[in-house]
């Protein structure tokens, strides 16, 4: 009675034949079934919005954000938590992802580790979690005791609380202030929800985190504007992206990157104003490192 609630362990109709299907239809199903993802993403854009109003809210007060899960949901917080750094240079230790069975689980299959209700508790309770903080709860089934650990355990000492499932009605959703349910239906292989649910999770947590980043001015236009420049390749980028935004030939904007010691916004906001570096650094302070309110501050200021 209960799996039939459970959709994501449910069996998929449309698949019951697949170990009789050729290379191509197999994946055709599977691009056929991965289009529900989308409608199932649109239906909670809503909260997934409120979420990140509250993320940004938490995060300005010096607030942290835990992203806890596991399997592969776990390995999904923990991949989108450490890109965050380099993309946008936050902090160590501002976006974590927690992974139940710890470091070997995201290169060994350690799931028997889900069912440990204590070791997220011990984990949360090392990094002196407290009321500021944020804990996002990944699980596909919604069911997870080590995630439900980690929300029940984040109620309790008032942090923000959000969950990502993809079944209706979950126990994760209950213990969430936000929660998040993307319904992609039951997978092509009954219950591996790698497929379309981790997918649907992997989206979604993009989303949070790029819209946190946005809505703290870790973005220019549409531009990455405060990649921490640590190869070649970011620093090629971090040119052109200043050729884009300022008239300055590559020579010039490679010239005013090494004067800014590479620090884009810095460039950036002196290419555009004309400003010296100090003011790059006074304006941006006093705006919160927001590129684009430095700039009117500055023109506010000096034009008048």
Same mark, same amino acid.
């Given at each position: 009675?209960?799996?039939?609630?459970?959709?994501?362990?449910?069996?998929? =109709?449309?698949?019951?034949?697949?170990?009789?299907?050729?290379?191509?239809?197999?994946?055709?199903?599977? @691009?056929?079934?991965?289009?529900?993802?989308?409608?199932?993403?649109?239906? /909670?854009?809503?909260?997934?919005?409120?979420?990140?109003?509250?993320?940004?809210?938490?995060?300005?007060?010096?607030?942290?954000?835990?992203?806890?899960?596991?399997?592969?949901?776990?390995?999904?917080?923990?991949?989108? @938590?450490?890109?965050?750094?380099? /993309?946008?240079?936050?902090? !160590?230790?501002?976006?974590?992802?927690?992974?139940?069975?710890?470091?070997?689980?995201?290169?060994?299959?350690?799931?028997?580790?889900?069912?440990?209700?204590?070791?997220?508790?011990?984990?949360? =309770?090392?990094?002196?979690?407290?009321?500021?903080?944020?804990?996002?709860?990944?699980? @596909?089934?919604?069911?997870?005791?080590?995630?439900?650990?980690?929300?029940?355990?984040?109620?309790?000492?008032?942090?923000? /609380?959000?969950?990502?499932?993809?079944?209706?009605?979950?126990?994760?959703?209950?213990?969430?202030?936000?929660?998040?349910?993307?319904?992609?239906?039951?997978?092509?292989?009954?219950?591996?929800?790698?497929?379309?649910?981790?997918?649907?999770?992997?989206?979604?947590? *993009?989303?949070?985190? /790029?819209?946190?980043?946005?809505?703290?001015?870790?973005?220019? =236009?549409?531009?990455?504007?405060?990649?921490?420049?640590?190869?070649?390749?970011?620093?090629?980028?971090?040119?052109?992206?200043?050729?884009?935004?300022?008239?300055?030939?590559?020579?010039?904007?490679?010239?005013?990157?090494?004067?800014?010691?590479?620090?884009?916004?810095?460039?950036?906001?002196?290419?555009?104003?004309?400003? !010296?570096?100090?003011? @790059?650094?006074?304006?941006?302070? =006093? !705006? *919160?490192?927001?590129?684009?309110?430095?700039?009117?501050?500055?023109?506010?200021? *000096?034009?008048?």
């Amino acid at each position: 009675m209960e799996e039939k609630k459970t959709i994501t362990e449910q069996s998929n =109709q449309k698949s019951l034949k697949i170990d009789e299907m050729s290379s191509l239809e197999i994946i055709t199903l599977m @691009a056929e079934e991965d289009q529900k993802i989308y409608l199932a993403i649109e239906k /909670t854009l809503p909260t997934v919005a409120k979420a990140v109003d509250a993320i940004v809210d938490r995060w300005q007060k010096g607030g942290r954000c835990f992203v806890v899960g596991a399997g592969t949901s776990g390995r999904l917080g923990v991949l989108d @938590a450490v890109e965050l750094i380099p /993309t946008f240079s936050i902090e !160590s230790g501002r976006w974590i992802g927690l992974i139940a069975g710890g470091y070997e689980a995201m290169w060994n299959p350690l799931e028997e580790n889900e069912d440990d209700e204590k070791q997220v508790v011990e984990e949360l =309770q090392g990094y002196l979690i407290s009321a500021n903080d944020v804990i996002i709860g990944v699980s @596909a089934s919604g069911t997870t005791p080590y995630v439900l650990s980690a929300l029940d355990f984040g109620n309790k000492i008032g942090a923000l /609380t959000i969950s990502i499932s993809c079944n209706e009605k979950t126990p994760a959703s209950k213990f969430s202030l936000f929660g998040i349910e993307a319904v992609v239906g039951p997978e092509v292989i009954r219950g591996s929800t790698r497929l379309k649910a981790g997918t649907a999770q992997k989206m979604i947590l *993009n989303m949070i985190s /790029t819209a946190t980043m946005v809505r703290l001015g870790k973005v220019y =236009q549409n531009q990455m504007v405060d990649m921490q420049l640590i190869n070649k390749k970011l620093v090629k980028r971090a040119i052109s992206t200043l050729m884009d935004l300022t008239n300055l030939s590559e020579f010039e904007a490679k010239d005013l990157l090494e004067q800014s010691e590479y620090h884009l916004k810095t460039a950036i906001f002196v290419a555009l104003t004309q400003g !010296s570096k100090e003011q @790059a650094q006074y304006y941006l302070s =006093q !705006s *919160n490192g927001r590129l684009k309110e430095a700039i009117h501050r500055f023109f506010n200021t *000096n034009l008048k």
